[in-house]
């Protein structure tokens, strides 16, 4: 998904911008998913230690919702 709306936001990047936000969101969200994901085993979610990973995810999650509100403007 992050490709494809990279892709579709260089195309044209003066109207995309909400595409191109959105799949930079995508990419940097990706290996948070695949590094740590959340455990619903463990119900204790208070030790849960931060990597630089989970950054980039919330980096991610950020920049989905900023692409998502310049897509609706």
Do not use: C, H
Not at 41 to 64: Q, Y
């Amino acid at each position: 998904m992050g490709i494809i709306y990279v892709t579709d936001g260089l195309r044209s990047p003066e109207t995309e911008m909400g595409r191109l936000l959105m799949g930079a969101g995508f990419l940097l969200a990706a290996p948070q998913a695949f590094f740590s994901p959340i455990s619903f085993a463990n119900p204790d979610l208070k030790f849960i230690k931060v990597s630089p990973v989970d950054w980039l995810g919330m980096a991610g999650v950020l920049l989905l919702v900023s692409g998502l509100v310049v897509r609706w403007l």
